[in-house]
C-alpha cells in the first residue's frame, strides 16, 4: 500500500462551473483516487448540479492549491499537485464518471476498488462542476487518494 492522503477545501463561494478539484500525479509515480466527497454549507434550496470526473488534457487556472494531509503520520509531502476551484477549467479528457446531484445532500463518490481510477505518472484527474448553480453557495470539499512510488 502507498501513502494516502487527503486534499480539502473549505467553504468557498461557488457561482460559475469550476473544476473543484484538479490531481496531478507526480512523474515519478501513480496515483489511486479513492474517492471524494462535495457539499454546500449554507444554502437552504434545493437545487440540481452535474459533476463530471475526467482525466482533464490540460491544466485549469483561476484557483488555489491545495496541500495534501497525510493520513499517516510521518509520511512525507504528496509529490504531486492538487488545485482546487479552477474557474478557468481544464480540457475534458475522458470521462469516467458522471452524476447529479441535489445540493441539500452534496455528493459522496467511494468507487470500489476494482473501478478507482489509477492515474500514471503525470496524469491529471478532475472533479468538474459543470453546471453552475442560480445563485452563489459556499462549497467545502475533499479528495482522498494514494500515491504509489516516487
Known amino acids: 500500500m502507498g501513502r494516502v492522503y ?3 477545501f473549505e467553504t468557498v463561494s461557488v457561482s460559475v462551473a469550476q473544476d473543484l478539484f484538479e490531481l496531478n500525479a507526480p512523474a515519478g509515480g501513480s496515483v489511486v483516487v479513492h474517492g471524494f466527497e462535495v457539499s454546500q454549507v ?3 434550496t434545493s437545487e440540481q448540479l452535474n459533476l463530471l470526473v475526467h482525466r482533464g488534457s490540460t491544466s485549469g487556472s483561476g484557483g488555489s492549491t491545495v496541500t495534501p494531509s497525510p493520513l499517516s503520520v510521518g509520511d512525507p509531502a504528496f509529490g ?3 488545485e482546487a476551484n479552477n474557474t478557468t477549467q481544464s480540457t475534458e479528457g475522458t470521462f469516467l464518471h ?3 446531484f441535489n445540493v441539500l445532500n452534496g455528493y ?3 468507487p470500489t ?3 478507482r481510477p489509477v492515474l500514471s505518472p503525470s496524469g491529471r484527474l478532475v472533479v468538474e462542476l459543470q ?3 442560480a445563485a452563489a453557495l459556499s462549497f467545502s470539499g475533499v479528495l482522498y487518494f494514494e500515491e504509489l512510488g516516487g
Open 6 to 8: 487527503a486534499a480539502v
Open 42 to 44: 449554507a444554502g437552504e
Open 80 to 82: 504531486g499537485t492538487v
Open 98 to 100: 458522471a452524476a447529479g
Open 108 to 110: 459522496l463518490w467511494v
Open 113 to 115: 476498488p476494482e473501478c
Open 131 to 133: 453546471t453552475a448553480p
